[in-house]
């Protein structure tokens, strides 16, 4: 049974005069330009590009909220304390409040989903985001992907105007050179055993895929995985032999 006590996300709350302009050369998201009414997406990278988190900033006028599941805080917090170097900036943890889930569940469309963000249950909210082909990186897959191939790019988590961020260069290079040959796609089956992230996603004997979330939404195994584009329309399988079924996503899925 999952537990519906414990919050989907939890905060990294950032005050001072130079919190925007520090975010700014942190993640992929250009923080001159956030809303003040819902959240926006973004991905904080290492310098070779790959997601160390996928983040829900959360803007009010005196601070900037970073939301992210749990198991991500310590790790996000100490990355980003090792570069704030003389910037004026105050690192706190916080847990979910009322304003900021009701921020994401408006980006979110479903503002049934701010009740789940303060309580759960966990597998709710899972559900919710691979339904939107939203990736959400746990500390099982953090620095597995970059942002492309997470869709990052199609749900305008990326902002490709904004100038230099650890990570930029290879985000900008994958773009330009249309080479995204492994794309976020959507799959149900009907399995008794969730598959843990990172297991393979197969075509025949090959190697094709990755699980990155994976969840039983009630008799329906439901999951997102990083798939060869070009291995899409072909027939692919769980290790255990389960068969997935493509499912739409809410956004064009583009190389």
Not at 176 to 195: C, E, W
Request: hydrophobic share 45%; charged share 15%; aromatic share 4%.
């Amino acid at each position: 049974m999952p537990d519906c006590e414990t919050p989907p996300l939890a905060l990294i709350v950032l005050h001072g005069a130079d919190r925007l302009a520090y975010l700014q050369g942190q993640i992929t998201q250009d923080t001159r330009a956030l809303p003040t009414d819902r959240a926006t997406t973004a991905a904080l990278l290492t310098p070779q590009g790959r997601v160390i988190a996928t983040l829900w900033l959360l803007p009010t006028a005196e601070q900037i909220a970073l939301a992210m599941p749990a198991s991500l805080v310590e790790r996000v917090h100490a990355h980003l304390m090792r570069s704030i170097l003389r910037a004026k900036v105050t690192l706190t943890r916080a847990t979910m409040d009322r304003t900021h889930a009701d921020m994401i569940a408006h980006t979110l469309a479903d503002p049934a989903l701010a009740d789940v963000l303060l309580s759960g249950p966990i597998d709710t909210w899972t559900h919710a985001l691979i339904t939107k082909g939203r990736a959400e990186i746990t500390d099982a897959t953090c620095d597995s992907w970059i942002p492309q191939m997470l869709n990052l790019d199609l749900i305008d988590a990326i902002s490709f105007s904004k100038g230099c961020y650890t990570g930029q260069e290879i985000v900008a290079r994958t773009q330009h050179l249309g080479r995204i040959k492994r794309r976020l796609a959507r799959f149900s089956g009907h399995a008794t055993a969730v598959p843990a992230a990172h297991s393979a996603v197969l075509h025949g004997a090959d190697k094709v895929g990755e699980v990155v979330n994976a969840v039983n939404h009630g008799q329906v195994l439901s999951l997102l995985a990083v798939i060869q584009i070009d291995r899409l329309q072909q027939p692919l399988t769980l290790e255990d032999g389960t068969v997935l079924t493509p499912q739409p996503l809410p956004y064009a899925l583009t190389a």
